[in-house]
């Protein structure tokens, strides 16, 4: 594969990661904000969102430096805890980074 080729994969990847934190800050304002406060879920939902939020802001910083092994390898880990459509974005992003580094 050609070294163009690979830096257009990982602008792809880095695509991925920037808009899967952006969703996973997205969605975590909006649960800490507006969510549904029932008192047996409020622990629960308050405490995945601010996860989410955190996620979300680690994938900001990370998808300039999604070339470098270890930052792929963080947000993969960080993408499947996180869940939903923003940690499967990141979660996807980090992987096709990954490959593209040892293709």
């Given at each position: 594969m050609s070294k163009m080729a690979k830096m257009e994969v990982k602008g792809v990847a880095r695509i991925l990661v920037?808009?899967?934190?952006?969703?996973?800050i997205l969605f975590g304002l909006f649960t800490v904000?507006?969510?549904?406060f029932e008192s047996r879920y409020l622990g629960?939902?308050?405490?995945?969102s601010i996860?989410?939020?955190?996620?979300?802001?680690?994938?900001?910083?990370g998808h300039s430096r999604i070339g470098e092994?270890?930052?792929?390898?963080?947000?993969l880990v960080l993408g499947y805890f996180a869940g939903g459509i923003g940690?499967?974005?990141?979660l996807l992003g980090s992987l096709v980074a990954l490959?593209?580094?040892f293709v």
């Open positions: 920037l808009v899967g934190g952006l969703l996973l904000l507006g969510g549904s629960i939902s308050i405490s995945g996860f989410g939020i955190g996620v979300g802001i680690v994938a900001l910083y092994v270890i930052w792929a390898v963080i947000l940690g499967l974005l990141v490959i593209m580094h």
